[in-house]
């Protein structure tokens, strides 16, 4: 059965503290994995989308990356403003259909 | 660019009530996607629409929950009768095509009483 598992399910850092979340996943075939940010009562905001293993993704303090069974999402020197739930999901390739892993809530405090 | 528009934003019904939700997503866009996001958990997808054909709906409770999709653009999900645990956030996204980036609405959250 294909599975997505995200960790931690919370993460509190200082502003500055970088680290690291995971996303692992078992899919017959990966057509893509996609990494989202959701806030408090709106909807996924989509991010990056890594098709590959070895493939990396830059956007501002995030970077993602693949391997052949899971990903990271790297948060460098992070604000306040990065607060919110990180959704990993892959897609597979014979129904195209998105499996969502449960999510990493972070918290990033001044 | 408008983004995907879905209402209402709220809605509290009585179990055995039905209830129905609606989505305009994003212009051009021919692949609409129905979820269920329960609190704490990711999405799960209901129902995926390519223009107004069914392309997945193994995990829509058929028995309760109905989706249609007239002429390629808006769509509405519908249940009857509700239940306690179809208490959730419904989401409407849309994509230009399969293996594209899906851009998501802002939902509707839904209380059964």
């Known amino acids: 059965e294909d599975q997505v598992t995200q960790s931690p399910e919370a993460l509190r850092l200082q502003e500055g503290e970088s680290s690291s979340l995971n996303c692992s996943y078992t899919?017959?075939?990966?057509?893509?994995l996609f990494w989202y940010r959701q806030d408090p009562g709106k909807g996924p905001e989509f991010l990056f989308t890594?098709?590959?293993a070895g493939e990396e993704k830059e956007k501002e303090r995030l970077k993602a990356t693949l391997t052949k069974k899971e990903s990271f999402l790297h948060i460098t020197a992070p604000k306040p403003e990065d607060s919110a739930t990180y959704l990993c999901?892959?897609?597979?390739?014979?129904?195209?259909?998105?499996?969502f892993g449960q999510g990493t809530t972070l918290q990033v405090k001044p | 660019e408008a983004g995907v528009a879905q209402s209402p934003r709220y809605k509290i019904i009585e179990k055995r009530q039905s209830v129905a939700f609606w989505c305009n997503p994003i212009?051009?866009?021919?692949?609409l996607y129905w979820y269920q996001q329960i609190l704490g958990q990711g999405p799960k997808l209901l129902i995926q629409?390519?223009?107004?054909?069914?392309?997945?709906d193994s995990q829509l409770p058929k028995d309760r929950f109905s989706a249609e999709r007239l002429k390629g653009v808006d769509s509405t999900l519908k249940i009857q009768p509700a239940k306690l645990e179809d208490s959730a956030v419904y989401l409407c996204?849309?994509?230009?095509?399969?293996?594209?980036?899906?851009?998501f609405g802002d939902g509707t959250r839904l209380s059964i009483l």
């Open positions: 999901a892959v897609q597979e390739d014979n129904t195209g259909k998105l499996i």
């Open positions: 212009s051009g866009h021919a692949t």
């Open positions: 996204a849309s994509s230009l095509g399969l293996g594209q980036p899906q851009h």
């Open positions: 899919v017959s075939g990966l057509r893509g």
């Open positions: 890594l098709y590959s």
């Open positions: 629409f390519q223009n107004n054909g069914v392309v997945d």
